[in-house]
């Protein structure tokens, strides 16, 4: 059984082109969560989705960022104009079941880097 | 408000020797689940043990063992036998769920060198 699976895993792009990080969550997996982790921190939550809906947007910027869960394929998070603040390692996470607390399995990332 | 500390941001220790990392967090949920996840270089994020926050017994798993001080707010990760392969940074989160929402809430981390 895979598991979650990003990529890509480095993605390099200049100030103002756009950027698609994609996340295939496990296989059975309904939820996928998008977290953000910015040199020397934690990670930061941004997004959750459930197929084809976006349960919780608070952690996203409200500008240039935004992500979809279609029926059928990966998750993808879009950040459009990219600027050199949006360098960081974007982690996807998945879940099987109801939000009652059950873990969060994440991928491996994908490091952003704007020049 | 939501957040986790971790005091310790850096810390070493001697290879099979024992080694506590320190968290405090504050949350308004009377029920959650508390989390340790390991990070190397790698970057892959690895959960290392997990706890209910209902039960009163420490989870331990293996090497790996927490104590859970749910009256403080402490969750903090005892590491025994420490191998150099723990080398990595160590973060503490717990779950926050909000409105039909669920989310991890992360701790800055701790990163742990184990010296041979």
């Known amino acids: 059984n895979a598991g979650v699976m990003q990529n890509p895993r480095h993605l390099v792009r200049r100030r103002g082109q756009e950027a698609r990080l994609r996340c295939s969550p496990m296989k059975g997996h309904s939820h996928v969560y998008w977290y953000r982790q910015l040199p020397e921190e934690g990670l930061k939550f941004m997004v959750y989705?459930?197929?084809?809906?976006?349960?919780?947007e608070s952690g996203m910027p409200k500008e240039r960022f935004s992500a979809e869960f279609p029926k059928e394929g990966p998750s993808i998070l879009r950040i459009q104009q990219v600027v050199r603040g949006d360098s960081a390692a974007y982690f996807c996470a998945s879940s099987a079941f109801e939000p009652i607390n059950n873990e969060q399995f994440f991928g491996p990332g994908t490091r952003l880097t704007v020049l | 408000a939501q957040t986790v500390t971790q005091s310790q941001p850096e810390m070493s220790v001697q290879e099979a020797e024992t080694v506590t990392l320190s968290c405090t967090y504050d949350?308004?949920?009377?029920?959650?689940?508390l989390f340790w996840y390991k990070q190397p270089p790698s970057r892959q994020m690895i959960l290392v043990i997990r706890?209910?926050?209902?039960?009163?017994q420490n989870a331990t798993e293996n090497r790996f063992s927490v104590n859970f001080q749910k009256a403080a707010k402490s969750f903090s990760l005892k590491i025994s036998d420490s191998q150099l392969g723990d080398t990595a940074m160590y973060f503490c989160a717990f779950v926050l769920t909000q409105g039909g929402s669920e989310k991890l809430v992360f701790g800055k981390g701790t990163k742990l060198t184990v010296n041979p």
């Open positions: 989705l459930q197929k084809e809906n976006i349960i919780d």
């Open positions: 706890q209910e926050a209902y039960k009163q």
């Open positions: 949350t308004s949920e009377s029920n959650y689940y």
